[in-house]
């Protein structure tokens, strides 16, 4: 009876195939046990959230300058940074037109007020003449 080439096996592919076998089985168990840790230090330790570098100041008033240095964390799902620029400028912008506003105000408060302490007739009535 002869025999077909597919029935005959070669003993170096047997030899090849263990040694494929044997090594993969190496290197899943390596892998395993590098993902797993072997002891009581991690190999992959865990990321501390990233939090901000330099947030808003609590013992004076916000500026426009803490504003625009203001930076948010980025995660991965989180605020997309575009729309958070964007608030933050039109925060800054408002807050420098309030500073601005209340700069015109005070100013114009403290000229009212040093006219009026200038003048000799503080008490004096509206519509009242002087008794000369």
Do not use: N, W
């Amino acid at each position: 009876m002869a025999r077909s080439a597919s029935d005959v096996s070669c003993p170096r592919e047997k030899h090849v195939f263990l040694f494929l076998l044997i090594a993969m089985v190496i290197v899943v168990a390596a892998v395993t046990l590098a993902v797993v840790g072997g002891g009581d230090s991690t190999v992959l330790p865990d990321v501390p959230p990233e939090q901000l570098v330099d947030p808003l100041p609590v013992t004076r008033p916000v500026g426009r300058a803490d504003v625009e240095a203001l930076r948010l964390p980025v995660g991965a799902r989180g605020y997309r940074m575009a729309d958070v620029d964007e608030v933050l400028g039109r925060l800054g912008a408002e807050l420098a037109e309030r500073d601005a506003r209340i700069a015109e105000l005070e100013a114009a408060l403290a000229g009212a007020q040093a006219a009026a302490l200038s003048s000799p007739d503080l008490f004096k009535k509206p519509g009242e003449e002087t008794g000369r």
